[in-house]
């Protein structure tokens, strides 16, 4: 019994991690433009092809696609921010508006360049590491613990970029302030395309990192943004620590949910952790001080 | 005096308009035998009540809901176990599924109560994927991913097309009544400002879960009635590409207007049939094409622009 647990918060930790990557960048998004970000989940999946792709025509080392794969999207990141986004950022529906069709787009290529034949409908993560390790009678998985380990340099470096360098600074301060930020000399929009761009990449890498789990179809993304979406929320939104934390748990969540009931649940999980955390404290379970 | 003529000459003017409109769109099939012309409009109909009941949600209230395919694909699966399981005959099915779809409504009603906005839009997304993964993992009873044949009501595409024709007529006469008529005050002071709306002493809880009971109900009709003619319901139906169709339409023909909707309908079906040709397998690429630039450069939608350039003219 105890091994079963163990086993299972481990592997929960993987996701979380996983899931925390995801929705950090939703966060940040949310921070600096105060706009959910709907084509998330389709990005992610996108970049999940795309280093699939990549994978089978150009290089075979995850490593290196999957970077190719996560610049490619950053690239997007910035198109779609200064095409799509900026423009209309004084109406805050329209863009959700805006990034919900963005997301139906890129989803509907992506299936579209699966009926061309270029890749698979349902692909599966080229990356396969065999073996386990055995502590203590537990056997954790080499591949998962590659998992674990790189969603966490990510996340510590996301931290670190934010909270020590000189433009994670300027990120931050946009978001507590615009105008403050701008009085600063803060190149406004450079920031934003830069953090749309950035987080964009980050749901790219974790797309591939979740597709070494979880297998995708082109219409994955909703579900990853449901997901995402989720943890933001509870997290609170805006709030890149409280949204690490909110991962995390709700990596655990899915995991024990998925053991104990079914993982065919774990949507309804989510759901539910939505509803609860706007009905009891909708600025975030896991917000620091004062409610906003 | 002469103002008020003015304006009732106005209004039988636009009546008159939308009855010839009506009424070409009947002789379509005698005059035009062409089965694949006919499906088109069968579907067109169907999606301009699917659409017109999101608008009177999301364009009148102001509660953009991108969830509303889980009353869609609710009233179809609640239809097509009707008829299979109880053998309940078709005509009676529609109503009921749209009935058991306003039930239904208030507990995604209920709890949007309290969230407003870019959070409202999120749970309604969320609760219609979590409603498809619901679906899904009971393979038993709703055979999964696949979904399951439903028998059709009738055979035949002319005699859908009629039934869908009059289905549609009657749903937007309803609910541009409703929405026009009866609640346009309620409806529209929420939309504006919620606040202002309650400290006039208007119970916004009562008009807002009654906009989704009603706009439900709709949808609930227009997926029953879409799975007897495409016999067969699948978790598709339930998913944020239909979801998507539904806001598409609603903004290219204009949101907050019922008929704007069903205009939409028409115009995104018919464009999609006739660039399918171009690049095959991809009409909801066009629809997100076509939705994103309407929402950059003409949100208000066609109706609300093509008036406008009348008047100034």
């Keep these: 019994m105890i091994a079963t647990i163990t086993e299972l918060i481990f592997s929960g930790l993987v996701l979380g991690a996983i899931y925390a990557l995801v929705s950090v960048g939703l966060s940040l998004i949310f921070g600096i433009m105060r706009v959910v970000n709907l084509a998330h989940g389709s990005l992610l999946v996108l970049g999940a092809f795309l280093s699939y792709y990549l994978y089978n025509i150009i290089i075979p080392n995850p490593f290196i696609t999957t970077i190719l794969a996560a610049l490619t999207v950053f690239a997007l990141g910035i198109f779609i921010e200064r095409l799509a986004i900026y423009p209309f950022r004084a109406y805050e529906m329209r863009v959700l508006m805006i990034t919900f069709g963005l997301g139906i787009i890129v989803e509907q290529v992506v299936l579209l360049i699966g009926a061309l034949g270029l890749w698979p409908m349902y692909i599966t993560s080229r990356f396969y590491i065999l073996g386990s390790i055995d502590l203590f009678g537990i056997k954790f998985s080499i591949q998962r613990l590659v998992l674990l380990g790189v969603s966490t340099i990510l996340i510590c470096g996301l931290w670190l970029f934010l909270t020590r360098s000189k433009l994670g600074k300027a990120i931050r301060t946009l978001a507590q302030d615009e105008e403050v930020a701008m009085i600063f000399g803060i190149a406004i929009e450079r920031i934003r395309a830069l953090t749309f761009a950035l987080s964009s990449a980050l749901a790219a890498i974790a797309g591939f990192l979740l597709n070494s789990i979880y297998m995708f179809h082109a219409h994955a993304g909703w579900e990853y943004l449901l997901i995402a979406l989720a943890i933001v929320i509870v997290g609170g939104l805006g709030d890149v620590r409280g949204t690490i934390i909110a991962g995390i748990v709700l990596g655990l969540a899915e995991s024990f949910v998925g053991y104990f009931i079914s993982p065919s649940w774990r949507t309804t999980c989510f759901f539910i952790s939505i509803l609860i955390t706007l009905m009891v404290r909708p600025s975030g379970i896991f917000r620091r001080g004062k409610e906003t | ?313």
């Design chain 2, 1 to 313: 005096m002469t103002l008020a003529i003015k304006a009732w000459m106005g209004k039988v003017r636009d009546l008159f308009f939308i009855l010839i409109l009506l009424v070409i769109l009947a002789l379509i099939p005698i005059f035009l035998a062409d089965p694949y012309i006919i499906h088109l409009l069968t579907v067109a109909s169907v999606y301009a009540i699917f659409s017109a009941s999101w608008d009177l949600l999301s364009g009148y209230t102001g509660q953009i809901s991108l969830g509303h395919a889980v009353f869609f694909g609710g009233g179809a699966y609640v239809a097509a176990f009707l008829t299979m399981w109880y053998n309940v005959p078709s005509p009676l099915c529609i109503p009921i599924s749209g009935a058991v779809m306003a039930l239904f409504s208030i507990i995604i009603g209920v709890p949007s109560l309290r969230v407003t906005g870019p959070y409202l839009t999120i749970t309604t997304l969320a609760f219609a994927e979590t409603v498809k993964a619901i679906v899904i993992a009971f393979p038993g009873i709703t055979r999964g991913e696949e979904g399951f044949p439903v028998r059709a009501m009738v055979s035949g595409m002319v005699p859908n097309f009629y039934i869908s024709l009059f289905l549609m007529t009657f749903s937007i006469i309803v609910m541009y009544y409703i929405a026009n008529r009866r609640l346009r005050i309620p409806l529209t002071a929420i939309r504006e400002s919620e606040t202002t709306a309650q400290a006039s002493g208007l119970n916004t809880n009562k008009y807002k879960v009654l906009s989704f009971a009603i706009s439900a109900f709709f949808a609930g009709m227009a997926g029953s009635f879409h799975c007897y003619y495409m016999m067969i319901v699948s978790p598709a139906l339930l998913s944020a590409d239909t979801s998507f169709m539904a806001f598409a339409m609603g903004v290219v023909g204009g949101m907050g207007t019922i008929i704007g909707p069903v205009i939409g309908a028409y115009i995104i079906t018919i464009l999609s049939e006739l660039l399918r040709g171009v690049i095959v397998r991809a009409h909801l690429l066009i629809y997100g094409i076509i939705f994103v630039a309407f929402i950059m450069l003409m949100p208000e939608g066609i109706i609300k622009s093509l008036s406008k350039l009348i008047k100034r003219s």
